[in-house]
């Protein structure tokens, strides 16, 4: 049986309440009235996992918007499934990295052909902004734009070659041209005149303008009624809440016009937009921003055959050529008023210009649209434009499968044992905090990508250790013994960081019920000030970025935590600075424990202040660690016997899992920051060295225990499988099958 060939589309899809999303689902519909059983259509969905969103079988995978790797697993995905062609749905907004330049990364990696459609196109880009435009536009096999002025900026700004630009304009509903008298009375405005605006609310709207522009209308025509049609957009909700819809509404009230101005506070899906623009005798978009070059509402508005008033924004002046509508300059009320006064006494004109809207969009109708695309598409799949395979090594492939079992072996209902005699617990040196912090992270990642119940039981064993051993300081004590008394009396500053970092990591990526003791236990200590953090040592100040970098993705509002991140990075810069030179690219004096996660830190830090300082000193100081740690093509680390320091040469044994450990996360930072493919090379090497993949060709992993030998000496793997090695190994393993 011949294997059925798809095409893929890549953008936000439904549930997601957006112009994009709603412009990718009715695509879709259109193209599948066009094709036949030979090609199916799938959906890959960029969105926040956070959101939990549920999507309808149509969407096959989803990409993270803020994770960068995850834009090159999906296009790997798509290389080896049975997709002919790719669409994208280009808006800035849309995808991760800076100026969304993350689906660059998709794009460079894809070897189907690539259909791009533009949905904003910039007359003054930044730099950021002109290099993914133009970079997408090389990448494409096909570019479509929506406006012919959108044509030109292609071809005079971005340089893209005619031969692959194509004009197709944006899709409408098919809905009949008729007297919106008769559609009125299922929303209780029968014999009233009805102005209207629709979409996701937001301040770029410019409605304020329009409800000023109400009181002479209204003053003339009581009955009128203007309809505010749609939620507020969910990032603004997120960001500021109802403040602007609180705005018109209090505006509303100083004009007195509460009961001309009606706000329906919902997202409406086609059908019902359809109901309510049969119903509209006056369409208004009074957009205060000249420079948008494409406007799905205006689109709509002019498909159902409405007379419409707008400002004179690009789209517009296009769309509403020729007597289609009546344009007014952006920010003028009175003009508003006049145009739509006008409009109501002229019934003649209401009508003529109602007919030249309807008459112009029948080539705008989704079902002409789809089959334009439609058209592309086969042309992309017959012209045999595929690029060359990557030979490249796969990151994610041959990897063991993760499994908790020594993990659990060594964990009760206290803790994580600090160490192992050969295989079993050994009580006698009982807990650490530092181990119970990392066994967060680990815990919360394999929940996250394996979806575990047992992971999940770990992680609220290890939240509570932390919550006891948290002083009334808010500091942590760090040892524990088996008959659970702590032992120590100050607190150690690698062990303040690596609690930051579990926590803030099971805030991130863990189950919603553990976000919030984690964020009370993280909040208290942070109780001491930005002087506690300070006065860290490096790894501590390293573990600490980490911990507040997780915080702010779960809550991206806490701008505080930024300038906390941007204090620790700047005393590692500075270290840094001190110790650096020509031939010695680090941030002491010497090479020794848990090296990678220092520049690790400064990727992250980087990420979140844009500082291109850390960005820097991150990629000087990892490939100095590397180029140390690189022997006859395989990991040989920095050994514990004497360590690597300035002007002398790296000890070869002990080596130590969480030196291999940290460089493969911060490898995984480099590569999410700079797109370079080496450093997932690196990253998959790094790991085999728990494999074999080291000076002695002898694997740490014992496959049967699912437990990792403390170390690597010169007689061989330890016979001893203690908890930071098995976290170690596990937090590897789980880092590369992220990529």
Not at 93 to 120: C, V, W
Not at 284 to 303: D, E, F, H, M
Not at 548 to 577: T, V
Request: net charge negative; glycine share 8%; proline share 4%.
């Amino acid at each position: 049986m011949k294997t059925v060939d798809e095409i893929a589309f890549v953008s936000t899809f439904p549930p997601r309440q957006c112009g994009i999303a709603t412009f990718t689902n009715s695509l879709i519909r259109a193209c599948r009235q066009r094709i036949d059983r030979r090609l199916e259509l799938s959906v890959i969905a960029v969105d926040k996992p956070e959101l939990g969103l549920i999507y309808p079988e149509t969407v096959k995978h989803n990409i993270d918007r803020d994770g960068r790797a995850e834009y090159v697993k999906a296009a790997k995905i798509i290389n080896y499934c049975n997709v002919r062609v790719v669409s994208i749905q280009h808006e800035f907004g849309i995808f991760g990295g800076p100026d969304g330049k993350y689906i660059l990364d998709f794009a460079r990696e894809l070897h189907r052909p690539l259909i791009s459609t533009f949905h904003t196109i910039l007359d003054e880009p930044s730099e950021g902004q002109r290099m993914v435009t133009e970079e997408l536009i090389e990448l494409s096999h096909r570019v479509v734009v929506m406006s012919k002025k959108g044509m030109v900026f292609l071809r005079d700004i971005y340089k893209a070659p005619r031969e692959k630009l194509e004009f197709i304009p944006h899709g409408v509903d098919h809905l009949p041209l008729v007297e919106p008298e008769h559609y009125k009375e299922q929303f209780d405005l029968a014999g009233k005149w009805i102005l209207l605006t629709f979409g996701l609310l937001s301040e770029g709207k410019g409605i304020e303008d329009m409800i000023r522009a109400l009181p002479p209308i209204v003053k003339k025509h009581p009955n009128l009624r203007y309809v505010i049609l749609g939620a507020t957009h969910p990032e603004i909700v997120k960001r500021e809440g109802e403040k602007y819809r609180v705005h018109l509404q209090r505006l509303t009230i100083e004009l007195g016009l509460e009961r001309n101005v009606l706000f329906i506070d919902r997202f409406v899906e086609q059908r019902e937009l359809g109901e309510f623009l049969k119903a509209a005798d006056i369409y208004v978009t009074p957009y205060p921003n000249r420079k948008q070059i494409t406007s799905g509402t205006l689109a709509y508005a002019l498909g159902a055959g409405k007379p419409i008033v707008s400002t004179n924004y690009w789209y517009a002046e296009e769309l509403l050529d020729a007597g289609r509508g009546i344009l007014v300059d952006v920010r003028d009320s009175e003009a508003l008023s006049q145009s739509i006064l006008g409009l109501l006494d002229d019934h003649a004109r209401l009508r003529s210009m109602r007919s030249k809207a309807y008459e112009f969009s029948r080539d705008m109708v989704w079902p002409k649209v789809g089959q334009r695309y439609v058209d592309i598409f086969r042309a992309a799949m017959d012209s045999g434009h595929v690029r060359p395979h990557s030979h490249k090594m796969q990151p994610y492939t041959g990897l063991p499968k993760p499994k908790l079992t020594h993990l659990q072996t060594l964990t009760d209902d206290t803790g994580l044992f600090q160490h192992a005699f050969h295989v079993l617990p050994d009580p006698k040196h009982g807990y650490t905090t530092d181990d119970n912090a990392r066994a967060l992270v680990v815990a919360a990642k394999f929940n996250y990508l394996l979806n575990d119940s047992e992971a999940v039981k770990l992680i609220g064993i290890y939240l509570r250790f932390l919550h006891l051993a948290q002083r009334q300081d808010g500091l942590f004590h760090n040892f524990m013994s088996y008959d659970r008394r702590f032992l120590d009396q100050t607190s150690s500053e690698d062990c303040f960081g690596r609690s930051l970092w579990g926590l803030g990591y099971v805030m991130n990526k863990g189950p919603e019920k553990f976000i919030q003791p984690a964020a009370e236990i993280l909040e208290n200590a942070l109780k001491g000030g930005d002087k506690r953090l300070e006065v860290l040592n490096p790894r501590g100040r390293a573990n600490a970025i980490l911990g507040l970098y997780y915080y702010l993705k779960c809550y991206p509002e806490a701008h505080d935590l930024e300038g906390k991140i941007d204090i620790m990075a700047s005393k590692n810069l500075a270290l840094f600075r001190h110790h650096s030179d020509k031939t010695w690219k680090w941030f002491e004096p010497v090479i020794s424990y848990d090296n990678a996660i220092l520049p690790q830190s400064m990727f992250l830090a980087f990420d979140v202040t844009g500082e291109k300082e850390y960005l820097n000193v991150a990629v000087e100081s990892l490939d100095f660690l590397i180029e140390a740690c690189w022997k006859d093509g395989h990991l040989s680390l920095v050994g514990s016997e004497g360590w690597y320091r300035k002007g002398g040469e790296p000890a070869r044994f002990d080596q130590q899992p969480i030196d291999a450990c940290r460089l493969v996360e911060a490898l995984k930072a480099a590569f999410n920051s700079l797109g370079e493919r080496r450093y997932l090379r690196y990253m998959r090497s790094t790991f085999d060295w728990f494999l074999g993949a080291n000076d002695l060709e002898e694997s740490l992993y014992d496959f049967s225990t699912g437990g990792c030998a403390d170390g690597l000496t010169c007689e061989g793997a330890s016979c001893n499988q203690g908890a930071e090695s098995t976290l170690c190994f596990l937090l590897s393993l789980l880092t590369v099958m992220e990529i």
